[in-house]
């Protein structure tokens, strides 16, 4: 059963229009996807090891928050 989180975004360029190559959509998809079910499994080890789901979430918001562009202009 596919949950909402699932489902994917409609990409967009920095200017705001959709992203319209269909390779680069099924790259950011596979990325995003690879990422959610790591995500899903540090979190459920951790839960399973008695960690805090709670701190678990806040680390994983924290690493992506962190994340460094280095395209950035």
Not at 13 to 39: F, H, M, Q, Y
Not at 57 to 63: M, S, W
């Amino acid at each position: 059963m596919a949950r909402a989180s699932d489902e994917f975004p409609v990409w967009h360029t920095p200017e705001g229009e959709p992203v319209s190559c269909l390779e680069k959509i099924k790259v950011l998809n596979e990325n995003l996807s690879e990422l959610r079910d790591l995500a899903q499994d540090a979190l459920e080890d951790g839960v399973l090891m008695g960690c805090d789901e709670d701190q678990l979430r806040d680390v994983l918001a924290g690493i992506v928050a962190g994340l460094v562009n280095p395209y950035r202009k």
